[in-house]
């Protein structure tokens, strides 16, 4: 009986294990998730004065805030991070920054993400995919 217990337990535990790493797809979609974590990769950079970081192997860490509509981007390779920005849906899987405009602009959705954003003499740029 303990025998059967222990291989029934094993069992289950693989079954969660499986269904815990399948539900963590990359189909997931920032539009449409009330929370949504995910990292895209691709070339990254920031200018900031004498600081100028330029990598093709960089990465971005995309976190949806409690709020819904804002969300913080967490850069590799030591460049800043941007907070607090916030988004608008624009069609069904797209989401743009509110005040975008032909110097200030990020687009994400479940696939790409891409990033002008130019601040007080600070550009941060990213051209990355999931």
Do not use: Q
Request: proline share 2%; aromatic share 10%.
């Amino acid at each position: 009986m303990k025998k059967a217990i222990k291989i029934l337990g094993t069992l289950m535990l693989l079954i969660f294990t499986a269904w815990s790493l399948t539900s963590c797809d990359k189909d997931d979609d920032p539009t449409n998730n009330d929370f949504f974590a995910g990292t895209y990769k691709g070339s990254v950079s920031y200018k900031d004065g004498s600081t100028d970081i330029n990598t093709d192997n960089g990465s971005v860490f995309v976190t949806k805030i409690a709020s819904g509509t804002k969300y913080n981007f967490g850069f590799s390779n030591s460049i800043p991070d941007l907070n607090g920005i916030e988004f608008e849906k624009k069609g069904d899987n797209s989401l743009v920054m509110i005040g975008s405009t032909a110097t200030s602009y990020i687009r994400i959705d479940n696939n790409e993400l891409k990033i002008l954003y130019i601040k007080d003499g600070k550009t941060w740029t990213a051209n990355c995919t999931r």
